[in-house]
């Protein structure tokens, strides 16, 4: 009874808070790119129509690295955003360090337990308490096409390696680029994601970057991997080199690449330029990974600034979770809800296609977390496998000494 009178008055006081005049939110995060910042602003929007302001913290920089270490020197400073960004592990590491507000109360009242998939809940809860606020779902086994582009050479969507490496030999023949894409670490980990996941199966993209199992890691099948990798930068451009993801994307919106192999949230570029799926571009899974998905998934962490979760943290997580907000910000996004009862119905071909595609994974256990965003393994082991991924990619070694590389890394680092 004492418990439950306790409960009733946190609840009451969480209420009042939440109804009262709140403060500006600070919100560290690093959706800089245009159809980010498109995103970013239904947000902005939706808590600006209740009063509270929004102090912008942006680092630039895809997949988060650089704005995981401003929040490193911030949070060392003592001085903390409100609210933050954040992938998987991380949000569990800050969580560990007891550094993150407890967020069960709202999600009781707000019922998020029934809503929020569990592949989700995984790492937006700590020893059994919400620590962060889903946003979405991304995933990274996404090819991208300008449809103009395969119609004139005659170019059907692949299905199989065999038919990509055919596809992409046809583009190059006609003078364009066959693949867009940005040599910076994370972008040549998600490729490699798609690629790992193409060449080894469900069962061994799990057994490498979620067991860590040491077999997988140095098996054939990962050589196999490292030598499509080689493959893929034979049809890269010249000036790849360090290019942002959004500029490659850009490419592929121009007509002069065919394709990139990028997460979702590069539909947002596409929608930022007026562009129509089935249109104007295309989305497909990379060939051979029709039927998993590899998620990442953002979610806003809130510091913790005192005993009680603050007001304009509150009210932060509760426009996050709207239905409405889930399906406005995630249609201009790329990325899908993070509720299982938003209704498919405002996305594009594309976006209803991540829906179904998710939905399907998460029911045959095909859904698996993406080790280049954070979602398979923690920080440490994550940024050893981009460093072997990238050395390779850009020639330091070969396929053999990739994979013996890539075993002693993780040791070294799990
Ligand atoms: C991912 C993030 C996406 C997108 C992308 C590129 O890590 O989950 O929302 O922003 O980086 O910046």
Redo the contacts with the bound molecule.
């Keep these: 009874m004492r418990k439950l009178a306790t409960s009733m008055t946190a609840l009451a006081t969480l209420f009042i808070a939440t109804q009262a005049q709140a403060e500006d939110v600070e919100v560290l995060h690093?959706?800089t790119?245009g159809g980010?910042a498109a995103a970013l602003n239904v947000l902005k929007g939706d808590l600006e129509s209740q009063g509270i302001g929004w102090q912008d913290m942006p680092v630039a920089?895809?997949?988060?690295t650089q704005a995981m270490t401003v929040l490193r020197a911030r949070v060392t400073a003592g001085n903390p955003p409100t609210a933050v960004?954040m992938?998987g592990f991380d949000i569990l590491d800050w969580a560990k360090e007891g550094a993150l507000a407890d967020l069960n109360i709202l999600a009781g009242m707000e019922g998020w337990d029934a809503v929020v998939p569990e592949a989700l809940q995984q790492f937006a809860k700590h020893d059994g308490k919400w620590v962060s606020a889903p946003v979405?779902v991304?995933s990274t086994n996404w090819v991208w096409a300008n449809k103009a582009v395969l119609d004139e050479l005659g170019i059907a969507v692949p299905t199989t390696w065999d038919e990509f490496v055919a596809a992409l030999e046809a583009v190059k023949a006609s003078g364009k680029t066959a693949i867009a894409h940005g040599g910076q670490a994370?972008q040549d980990a998600t490729v490699f994601d798609a690629v790992v996941m193409s060449t080894g199966g469900l069962d061994f993209y799990k057994s490498a970057f979620i067991d860590l199992d040491e077999d997988a890691l140095g098996s054939d099948t990962m050589k196999e991997a490292f030598d499509r990798m080689g493959v893929i930068r034979s049809y890269v451009d010249d000036n790849f080199s360090g290019r942002d993801?959004n500029l490659a994307t850009a490419m592929v919106i121009n007509g002069d690449a065919a394709f990139q192999m990028m997460?979702d949230?590069a539909k947002g570029e596409f929608l930022n330029a007026g562009k129509v799926p089935d249109q104007d571009f295309l989305c497909f899974r990379f060939p051979g990974t029709q039927e998993q998905v590899t998620f990442?998934?953002?979610q806003f962490a809130m510091f913790a600034q005192g005993p009680e979760v603050g007001k304009e943290q509150a009210a932060l997580a509760t426009a996050i979770l709207s239905p409405s907000f889930q399906s406005a910000f995630n249609v201009v996004?790329g990325?899908v809800p993070a509720r299982t009862d938003v209704s498919n119905e405002a996305f594009d071909a594309c976006g209803k296609k991540g829906m179904a595609d998710l939905k399907a994974a998460a029911a045959s256990g095909n859904l698996v977390g993406s080790m280049a965003?954070g979602h398979a393994n923690p920080a440490s082991v994550k940024n050893a496998i981009y460093d072997v991924v990238t050395a390779h990619f850009n020639g330091e070694y070969d396929s053999a000494a990739a994979v013996d590389e890539l075993v002693t890394a993780v040791q070294i680092n799990k």
């Design positions: 690093w959706w790119s980010e920089g895809g997949g988060g960004q992938l979405n991304h994370w993801w997460g949230w990442n998934a953002d996004k990325s965003h």
